[in-house]
């Protein structure tokens, strides 16, 4: 399954974003999808994630200010990034597989991977 994301760039903080993922193939209504982010010389954290059953994860960090929603007859999934800070500046990346409950927000239970895409908010 090749995993797309599109819709970083360059903004001012509070200004609001929307990233897209799209998938190539099969129902992304039977994955669960995530996005993580990373900032050089750091490690990948987990940004959100909406599972197969509807149930939707945040990181702390970006909760009340990020929403995951997903749109099953295009097979993409979207994060609605509000309110954004410059320390959301980072390289955006999605990813889907079937995860364990208890890996949700764990990097490794993913295995489809997109490219990522840049996200930088200047203050």
């Known amino acids: 399954v090749q995993v797309v994301e599109s819709g970083g760039g360059v903004a001012e903080t509070g200004e609001s974003l929307t990233l897209s993922c799209a998938t190539s193939e099969g129902s992304i209504s039977r994955r669960d999808m995530a996005w993580f982010r990373q900032v050089p010389g750091k490690a990948r954290e987990f940004v959100a994630a909406?599972?197969?059953?509807?149930?939707?994860y945040y990181a702390d960090s970006v909760k009340g200010r990020f929403a995951i929603s997903r749109d099953n007859n295009r097979n993409t999934v979207y994060l609605q990034m509000r309110a954004r800070k410059p320390e959301d500046t980072a390289v955006y990346s999605c990813a889907a597989g079937t995860v364990i409950l208890s890996h949700t927000r764990d990097e490794t239970g993913y295995y489809n991977w997109g490219q990522g895409t840049q996200v930088t908010v200047s203050s």
């Open positions: 909406r599972r197969r059953d509807g149930h939707l």
